[in-house]
Nanobody
Framework: QVQLVESGGGLVQPGGSLRLSCAASGFSFSTSLMSWVRQAPGKGPEWVASINFSGAATIFSDSVKGRFNVSRDNAEKTLSLQMNSLRPENTALYYC?????????????WGQGTQVTVSS
């Protein structure tokens, strides 16, 4: 079955950076679109970014465009999210997910999440 394990979250000051990673197994990673989704306390899930099979194409939500970057390593079956210029409103549980292209994938295709807290 789909297994996705995120890491790299933590506490960071506003304006800081974090890099999230996701290790994938149990499915054909290199032929899967991949996405990042986040969920802030008391809010519904929000799509953040998606990347195509090769990594040549990426899309981002307007709220993170220009500050976040998504990449993948198909040989290592890993997905990454580089987050720069972080803001308090970026505080959320961040999930790696299989599938999606500008939309939130089905919940069964998410990992367990990693917490990102942006606070001074």
């Amino acid at each position: 079955q789909v297994q996705l394990v995120e890491s790299g979250g933590g506490l960071v000051q506003p304006g800081g950076s974090l890099r999230l990673s996701c290790a994938a197994s149990g499915f054909s990673f290199s032929t899967s679109l991949m996405s990042w989704v986040r969920q802030a306390p008391g809010k519904g899930p929000e799509w953040v970014a998606s990347i195509n099979f090769s990594g040549a194409a990426t899309i981002f939500s307007d709220s993170v465009k220009g500050r976040f970057n998504v990449s993948r390593d198909n040989a290592e079956k890993t997905l990454s999210l580089q987050m720069n210029s972080l803001r308090p409103e970026n505080t959320a549980l961040y999930y790696c997910a299989r599938g999606g292209w500008g939309t939130v994938p089905a919940r069964s295709y998410w990992g367990q999440g990693t917490q990102v807290t942006v606070s001074s």
